[in-house]
């Protein structure tokens, strides 16, 4: 029997799992720490793979979920933030190497967006829009059953659009990104910025705060974090009417750990959308949608991707 | 032989042309006037189209570029602003029932960006941004050698994204997009409003501005002129960072009449495409070209969309 083998590669751990064809099953599921002992990450990748790998039967291909940008045209690691050691690293070719099955990569955002239209939120949509809200912005869509890459693969960097030209510096060194309004360090430096300006609020003021203090505050009412939080909502709100105008999906997914502030953020966030979308065309049977997949969905991408 | 018919319908005139498969050199072409003498808009168009039809050979199909919104998948106009006429007009059927070929319809902006991708100044290219800048603002997108639709045809939208969130009303009716800023209208008000507000100029004061005006001013020199055109320049500039980052296109081509305003706008639109853009990598071997193929861009786009 056929199998493919998913991987979700991250800065802290790496996952492997294992799936017979057309089974969302795993035979084999495996995870380990990305760094230990004095094997090299490689190897210890390896060694995942390894253990992953089927006793009967054979792998159609492998996909892997990469933390950061990927070449996925060549099966290159750009760079990852979180794993410094693999700078312009030829992972696809590498494992090739070494286990002589095809293996794909993806960035963990695009990742998600397939494994959301493929097997969440997005099943049997053919035009998505993913958006992952945590401490950074990331984005993939999906366009007539593709995911949009571009001609180096760099395409879908939705929280990498600039909604306040002169604006905080963004994670990627440039300036008013919406990442720095709408994702969670924005919503935490705007709370604190309103605090020292003597807003009141029942939040503390000794040490920097964190987004999810401010949103465990709004959901206990305090008006301060609410502001916050309808405040990062809004802006979303807006950049998601661009996004159905530029893309008009049938539906919009929204992952990430600060989608997870629920109401607070979703109300403000359709509210502005609704009302900056230029034409209800646009709005007709769309679907807004959390992410379903949670932990699982670079694994569950990165299967989507072996399939492919 | 098989021949394919292209047609640009405008809310002046209507043009059609007849190619031989593999040509580019029509075998007829004709142009109307949209109105006119009794006839109805539908029968002129169908005489246009029998006045290009081969005397020898069949037409294996029949592309239109429409000014306005179309479902391109039903092939119906949903409106088109100067043919009021033509309100959820099944067009393809029409036709269809009439010639007995394929109809296929697109919107002049996307027929625009297919044209001078297939036969302009994108040719050659798998990934292209097409922006065309003049009393208003469209856009096209390819993306893997395919034209991005959305769900019902209406993505691609490129200057009805916020870039004031409290800005001027927009064509659409909504507020702020890039529209307001950088296309003619823009261009125009905010240049009236520095002179209102005592700005020194070469301009007039005692008309209305229009941006053909500024244009020509600037070119001569003028001041407030030159910074009119810088400002539109430089939205634009951040507006194609953000599409670079969202779309990772090997080609951006800039059409319209706003944008034979020439270096005055182009050179400070560059300025901030490479000022904002957060990763080299999105500029190398990225090439910004201007559309090449004028009043034919509609009817090249139409030709491509027969032929696709």
Chains 1, 2 share one sequence.
């Not at 990927?70 to 090739?96: H, R």
């Not at 366009?143 to 994670?171: N, Q, S």
């Not at 440039?174 to 003597?198: F, S």
Request: aromatic share 6%.
């Amino acid at each position: 029997m056929n199998h493919y083998i998913a991987l979700d590669i991250g800065g802290t751990q790496m996952r492997g799992a294992c799936y017979p064809e057309n089974s969302l099953s795993p035979v084999k599921v495996e995870r380990i720490a990305t760094r230990g002992g004095s094997t090299s990450l490689l190897e210890r990748l390896i060694q995942l793979i390894q253990s992953i790998w089927p006793d009967q039967g054979h792998v159609g291909a492998i996909g892997a979920a990469v933390p950061g940008p990927v070449d996925p045209y060549q099966g290159v690691i750009i760079k990852a933030p979180n794993i410094p050691e693999w700078l312009e690293m030829p992972l696809s070719q590498y494992l090739e190497d070494q286990f002589h099955v095809p293996v794909h990569l993806g960035n963990d955002a695009n990742m998600a967006a397939m494994g959301e239209w493929k097997y969440g939120a997005g099943k049997g949509h053919h035009h998505l829009v993913y958006i992952t809200v945590s401490t950074g912005i990331g984005g993939g869509v999906i366009l007539d059953d593709r995911l949009l890459l571009g001609v180096r693969g760099m395409g879908g960097e939705l929280g990498h659009v600039t909604v306040v030209p002169d604006g905080a510096l963004c994670g990627c060194g440039q300036r008013g990104h919406l990442e720095t309004v709408a994702a969670g360090p924005g919503i935490a430096r705007w709370t604190q910025e309103q605090l020292q300006a003597g807003a009141q609020s029942s939040l503390p003021t000794d040490h920097p705060l964190t987004a999810k203090e401010v949103s465990l505050a709004a959901q206990k009412g305090d008006s301060l974090a609410i502001a916050a939080l309808a405040r990062a909502g809004r802006y979303l709100g807006w950049a998601l009417a661009d996004y159905l105008h530029i893309f008009n999906p049938s539906v919009i997914v929204i992952g990430g750990g600060v989608s997870q502030s629920g109401a607070l953020l979703f109300e403000p966030m359709k509210l502005a959308l609704h009302e900056r979308v230029m034409h209800q065309d646009y709005t007709k049977g769309l679907q807004i949608a959390r992410a379903e997949l949670g932990d699982d969905v670079g694994l569950m991408g990165a299967l989507a991707l072996a399939q492919s």
